[in-house]
């Protein structure tokens, strides 16, 4: 599946850019995209990998990833049945769900490609995507989304009376969404084209798997002490209290608010106002609040609760992250393959001509025009859905009907051919199977969903 597209993107590129005069463009877009895949993703990311890998590593070895996936296990076996219940995997994948859920996409990358690695060591045709690879990219294209916080700061920005509006509608949106993906991924994987050779099904599961993918055996840790129960307990305490008083302290709260827009979003997207603190439901501040402590008291109660179980942790931190870098560049192939031809396809005007042709068929349905550039390009590239989103919102006002479906589509929606090239690359995965349809079916429900709700919400 993935060849024919990629071989199509590029094709079409060099076609529409020769009929419009615009072959220039494809080839700034290519060379521009090229650097890009290295240089601001790649390469970055590898610091990201070895702090989450090195953070995952402690979990591990003290046992709370094991204790989640017990905590998860009826869900998780019906979703993953292939991956056995004590498998390091189920836990990555768990807390990489969680992740995405919260909106804290720097830890959601690294810790689904944990997952993916996990999941490789369980592989029997390596170079193929298994069930469980292929139902973990489903979900993570269609993740259930508490709060879309990056469309809430640019609507904010741009003067919103309620940039909050869209919480409730990207939650539904993003509902359906799993649903369909889900339900397409456990229904194509029987499909004859995605079938896997029962054959080469029947071999071991170590066959052809990389040492370095290969998933480490774990030693049970030593059991916590009274005292280290007390100091556990203290600092769960402590957490809780903080925790409390941002969401119910109304400048508490829009104190951390600002702190997150400044951590999370770019230079280029203007800091909003401090919101009104009565236009905040609990449940909202809840969330905000919980968002903005996960990542510093995840970094801090992983090594402490590891070194109450007598874990080792700067040494196991380590051991941990030294994967990080050859993670990223394992990737790089398969990322530079992807946004090359993205950039050619972009850069020869393949988008505005697929919105030309397209708008005379949708705009009866009740799909605005308006929105066509923002839901063809998210399925290729974040940054450039940003930059349409923040445009269209400032040409048509925050508060638009055409505004509040774009940030619902936004918040409800993946970038999937990135997260397919950047997860299925990190384990050299070439044959994606039916990961690809599922998820581009879960993100045409999640565009369908999106603006059927709002229109019955606010139209």
Request: aromatic share 8%; hydrophobic share 55%.
């Amino acid at each position: 599946m993935l060849n024919f597209i990629w071989l199509g993107l590029v094709v079409l590129a060099v076609l529409v850019g020769a009929a419009t005069g615009r072959l220039p463009e494809v080839t700034a877009g290519a060379f521009q995209m090229a650097d890009t895949a290295v240089m601001k993703i790649a390469l970055p990311l590898a610091g990201i990998m070895a702090l989450w890998l090195g953070v995952m590593r402690l979990a591990e070895c003290s046992g709370l990833v094991q204790q989640l996936a017990r905590a998860l296990r009826a869900p998780m076996r019906w979703l993953f049945p292939e991956v056995p219940e004590n498998h390091p995997a189920m836990g990555a994948m768990v807390m990489n769900m969680a992740a995405n859920m919260l909106g804290l996409a720097n830890a959601a990358t690294p810790l689904g490609l944990r997952a993916m690695r996990d999941l490789e060591s369980l592989n029997r045709v390596p170079g193929t995507a298994t069930n469980a690879m292929c139902t973990f990219l489903a979900i993570n294209t269609s993740s259930i989304q508490f709060l879309p916080t990056t469309a809430i700061a640019i609507m904010a920005a741009a003067g919103s009376r309620d940039p909050t509006v869209i919480v409730g509608t990207a939650l539904l949106a993003t509902l359906c969404s799993t649903i369909a993906g889900v339900t397409a991924v456990k229904w194509m994987q029987g499909w004859k084209t995605f079938r896997i050779d029962p054959q080469l099904a029947d071999q071991p599961a170590a066959a052809g798997v990389p040492a370095e993918i290969a998933v480490p055996t774990l030693v049970e840790p030593a059991p916590m002490s009274t005292r280290g129960r007390v100091v556990l307990w203290v600092f769960l305490g402590i957490f809780a209290a903080l925790y409390l008083w941002m969401v119910v302290a109304p400048s508490g709260y829009r104190e951390a608010t600002a702190a997150v827009h400044q951590a999370i979003f770019p230079e280029s997207v203007a800091q909003p106002a401090a919101a009104d603190s009565s236009s905040l439901n609990l449940a909202l501040r809840a969330i905000g609040t919980l968002s903005l402590l996960a990542v510093p008291c995840l970094l801090l109660f992983f090594p402490l609760y590891a070194a109450l179980r007598g874990v080792k942790v700067y040494e196991e931190f380590v051991d941990g992250a030294k994967d990080g870098f050859q993670i990223a560049l394992r990737i790089i192939p398969f990322l530079v393959a992807i946004l090359v031809a993205i950039g050619m396809f972009r850069g020869a005007g393949g988008i505005e001509a697929l919105k030309s042709a397209l708008a005379p068929l949708l705009t009866p349905l009740g799909f605005p025009p308006d929105l066509l550039p923002m839901v063809l390009v998210r399925p290729l590239s974040g940054s450039a859905t940003m930059g349409i989103f923040a445009e269209l919102v400032g040409r048509l006002g925050p508060d638009s009907l055409t505004s509040i479906m774009a940030g619902t589509i936004f918040g409800s929606t993946e970038t999937t051919f990135y997260v397919i090239a950047v997860y299925f690359g990190s384990v050299a995965i070439r044959r994606t199977r039916h990961a690809v349809p599922a998820g581009l079916f879960a993100d045409f429900i999640g565009v369908v969903a999106s603006v059927i709700i709002c229109n019955l919400m606010f139209g």
